[in-house]
């Protein structure tokens, strides 16, 4: 793979610490979120961290993402601040959205974060008006959106691919397959193997890609950019990956097979060793430079839920502000 | 002045609004080949666009390029349609400012067509403002003659909010009087188009004409009604209207929506709640009967409240 050869040091360990981070981050909340520590739904993101990770560091700050309910590692990986996202999974005054938001509708428009959505499938669309206005302002830039499989059942799927085809908008579909739409497996819901065949249907590229492998997804990242700018079209990229917690922490359900389960988790699997693996082996870093990115994000992420959890809760009057704008 | 339809009206306000500010775009259905062939000609395909029959993506359309600092103009057909993209309107548009913490807010407009009476049966012919007026985020706008169809409609495109504007169907063909230049008109100041001292009558959108034309049968007997036209459900122009309740003691609201869980319940219940003391008698509603908008002609025109129902419930008070 001609990526492999491209990246530097740099880049290899940046990808690095975003997996680390998202994982470290969702591990925490989902742990907080087991004990009772936060409130409501948190719906961890942990196994499937290269692909926001391989995306996003394709991005821009120009560029925008519309993300999902399973959306702190695209927040993350897009540059969000991790202080902000924790005051918010705690309710805080601090927090993104000073504590209307929960984990659910996390957005920092500032660095083109135009926010996690609650509901399945709403993004796609979303992203569509946001590339319009990219290109109505005349920028060079694009916006991702991410979603599950599930959502491709979704009618908004497929207005959204409709559309973003025939108006040849800038935007970036990127499907994240982690084989279960809830709790409904893929196969139930689906009656073709891969979400990239539907891509025929509206004219534009489908791809399937490894999504635990990074530099896999960011190589189809750079080639889909790449045929937007030549006028080839959009781009419908499937990411193959695996959720490792249930569908939400609290959802007791038992509907993945174990041995699938062990298997997604396994060193050979899970994104995260897989990568330092290679990394090791192909000489780039040493295991104490990995170990010194793994302390330096516990740190990170440990003060980030410090300062969530010191931070003061929202006044009460202020839940009637931002219904209106002025 | 200028003598102007309903219809025209409103395209003034857009071909307005379009001109003081780069940033307003028109998107929708039937766009270009039907309502506003005449922006197209002037503003170009950039900022007046068909799209397919998406109603969802049309919406969502509006969401992210608003976020983006966008004004658009979303022309969604009839409002019966709006269904097919509720959640787009109920879980985005309205919530989005307030979910991002103010980080980002939605100036847009969305335009569809409410009302009953051309015949269009129980798809094509509801009044629903009800259902949006419950939303919180969302403004909703009704326009009752040529003059208000400009000033709130460009009001609507400069709001900072995401705003729900209802053209009545039956009114597009309505000539009026409308001013000729840059022209808006506030949001939630109701509009008291004939004053007087007996009976408040309530009402919006088309209904405003038959409240309009009971007053005349009202006055044969000896009747002094005054007619409001709230003009917008939200915001709501609470203090206009117990300030004419006040004066005449009497009220009936109308409206064409259902009677059932219509608009005029919460006016009631406000006038009931803040202005029992100068009540002098019960507060009267009358809307459509809790059916579907049924097709036959005579059902249709049965379905639709009447002035002489107006009438009837305005002088059962005396």
Same mark, same amino acid.
């Given at each position: ?21 998202? @994982? ?15 409130c409501?739904?948190?719906? %961890? ?57 929960g984990?659910?509708h ?18 796609l ?11 109505y ?10 979603? *599950? ?18 108006? #040849? ?6 499907c994240? #397959? ?15 193997? @891969?979400?990239?065949?539907r +891509?025929?249907?509206? *004219?534009m ?8 492998? %990074? ?7 750079? +080639? ?5 700018r ?12 695996? @959720? ?43 295991? @104490? ?14 003060? +980030? ?6 931070? %003061?809760? %929202? ?11 002025d | ?26 998107? $929708? ?9 005449v922006l ?18 049309? !919406?969502?359309?509006?969401v $992210? ?10 022309i ?6 709006? &269904? ?10 309205? =919530?989005?400012?307030?979910?991002? $913490?103010g ?9 569809a067509?409410? $009302? ?12 629903l ?16 003659c ?22 009545? =169907?039956?009114?597009g063909?309505?000539?009026g009087?409308?001013? &000729? ?42 009747i ?38 219509g ?11 803040? &202005?029992? &003391?100068?009540?002098?008698?019960? !507060? =009267? ?24 129902? !107006? ?5 059962g008070?005396?």
């Amino acid at each position: 793979m001609g990526l492999t050869k491209e990246l530097t040091k740099d880049e290899y360990l940046s990808l690095y610490e975003t997996m680390v981070k998202i @994982r470290v981050f969702d591990e925490t909340a989902a742990a907080y979120a087991d004990s009772g520590e936060l409130c409501g739904f948190v719906h %961890p993101y942990s196994g499937e961290e290269a692909i926001a990770a391989g995306v996003c560091g394709e991005l821009t700050k120009d560029d925008c993402v519309c993300s999902t309910h399973r959306g702190h590692g695209h927040i993350i990986a897009k540059g969000g601040d991790v202080n902000k996202m924790w005051a918010e999974l705690y309710g805080k005054a601090t927090g993104y959205s000073q504590g209307k938001s929960g984990s659910m509708h996390i957005a920092d428009i500032s660095i083109g974060i135009i926010g996690a959505n609650g509901i399945v499938g709403a993004g796609l669309p979303i992203a569509n008006g946001v590339a319009f206005a990219l290109d109505y302002q005349g920028k060079d830039a694009v916006c991702v959106a991410f979603f *599950g499989d599930g959502a491709t059942n979704r009618g908004t799927f497929h207005e959204a691919l409709n559309l973003a085809s025939v108006w #040849n908008l800038p935007v970036l579909f990127v499907c994240e #397959n982690n084989g279960f739409a809830s709790t409904t497996p893929r196969a139930e819901a689906m009656n073709v193997a @891969r979400v990239s065949e539907r +891509a025929a249907s509206y *004219g534009m590229t489908g791809v399937t890609v490894d999504g635990n492998d %990074p530099l896999a997804v960011k190589e189809a990242v750079r +080639a889909a950019r790449l045929r937007l700018r030549e006028g080839g079209g959009q781009t419908l990229l499937e990411c193959i990956t695996w @959720r490792h917690h249930q569908h939400f922490i609290g959802d007791r359900s038992d509907y993945k097979d174990p041995e699938d389960q062990a298997r997604w988790l396994s060193e050979e699997m899970d994104p995260i060793p897989r990568f330092e693996k290679r990394i090791l082996e192909a000489g780039i870093a040493d295991e @104490r430079e990995l170990a010194e990115i793994r302390e330096r994000v516990d740190a990170e992420i440990i003060a +980030a839920v410090r300062y969530g959890k010191e931070s %003061p809760y %929202p006044a009460p009057e202020s839940m009637y502000d931002f219904v209106y704008a002025d | 002045m200028a003598i102007m339809t309903y219809s025209e009206a409103v395209q003034d306000a857009i071909q307005q609004e379009m001109r003081r500010d780069p940033n307003v775009f028109i998107a $929708g259905e039937d766009v270009t080949r039907k309502h506003t062939k005449v922006l197209l000609e002037e503003f170009g395909p950039k900022r007046v666009r068909d799209t397919p029959i998406s109603e969802s993506q049309i !919406i969502s359309l509006g969401v $992210g390029a608003a976020a983006m600092g966008l004004r658009p103009i979303l022309i969604m057909s009839f409002m019966d349609f709006l &269904g097919c993209s509720m959640d787009e309107i109920m879980n985005q548009a309205a =919530k989005m400012t307030y979910m991002l $913490g103010g980080q980002t807010h939605l100036p847009m407009t969305i335009c569809a067509a409410m $009302g009953a009476g051309i015949r269009a049966a129980a798809q094509h012919s509801q009044s629903l403002e009800a259902i949006f007026a419950h939303l919180p985020g969302l403004k909703v706008v009704t326009l009752s003659c040529p003059k208000n169809a400009k000033g709130l409609m460009a009001q609507a495109i400069r709001d900072e909010n995401p705003v729900l504007v209802l053209e009545h =169907k039956a009114l597009g063909g309505m000539a009026g009087e409308v001013p &000729g230049g840059p022209f808006a008109m506030p949001f939630g100041k109701a509009d008291v188009l004939r004053a007087g001292v007996d009976v408040t009558l309530i009402s919006w959108g088309r209904m405003v004409h038959r409240c309009m034309d009971a007053t005349a049968e009202l006055e044969k007997k000896g009747i002094d009604a005054e007619v409001i036209d709230i003009v917008s459900l939200v915001p709501f122009d609470e203090e206009g209207v117990l300030a004419s309740a006040a004066k005449t003691g009497r009220v009936v609201i109308a409206h064409e929506a259902t009677e059932h869980g219509g608009f005029g319940g919460e006016i009631a219940a406000r006038i009931a709640d803040k &202005g029992y &003391g100068f009540l002098k008698g019960p !507060i =009267k509603r009358i809307g459509a009967p809790f059916v579907p908008v049924p097709f036959s002609p005579v059902l249709e025109d049965r379905y639709i409240p009447s002035t002489e129902q !107006i009438v009837s419930l305005a002088a059962g008070l005396f």
